[in-house]
């Protein structure tokens, strides 16, 4: 794999073009706005997106299987259209089960930790790390393990 710095786009084999443009599709039938044409994902896109505009042809590309974007811009479209950044990347799962000692007893989520997870997935990775270390901090001082 490689960044083709003239057209923003990833050097991928078409089999990951075909199955990132499946994954996009899934996701756009998902979104709250119909989004079925290059047109209407160009325009939505750029709409979030705070660098360089895509053109609508790009954007077609996306869809029909003819590139994939560069990771910036998979990111706009994982957040946008609620969807984990590795998944709609690489069709991995960040889906995982939060389970606590011993590993049999999983934990049940409360509405508001699922309202608090959602808004931390659309969260740009820096600001989720600095979030990740706060907590971290946070319950170091509750457990009386912090050097502070």
């Known amino acids: 794999m490689c960044v083709n710095l003239f057209t923003d786009t990833l050097d991928m084999s078409s089999n990951d073009k075909i ?3 499946v994954r996009l599709k899934q996701a756009l039938e998902r979104s709250s706005r119909t989004v079925e044409t290059g047109t209407q994902l160009a325009i939505q ?4 997106y705070l660098g360089e ?3 609508q042809q790009t954007a077609h590309k996306w869809l029909n299987a003819q590139s994939i974007p560069t990771d910036d811009k998979i990111r706009v479209l994982a957040n946008w259209l609620d969807v984990p950044f590795q998944w709609l990347r690489n069709g991995d799962s960040e889906e995982r089960l939060i389970r606590l000692e011993p590993l049999n007893n999983p934990v049940m989520l409360s509405d508001e930790e699922i ?3 959602q808004k931390l ?4 990775e820096y600001q989720r790390v600095l979030i990740e270390k706060l907590l971290t901090e946070f319950a170091l001082m ?3 393990n912090s050097d502070r």
């Open 19 to 21: 199955a990132f443009s």
């Open 115 to 117: 309202r608090h997870i």
């Open 45 to 48: 896109f750029n709409l979030r």
């Open 53 to 55: 505009s895509i053109s």
């Open 121 to 124: 997935r659309v969260l740009p």
């Open 142 to 144: 509750k457990t009386g």
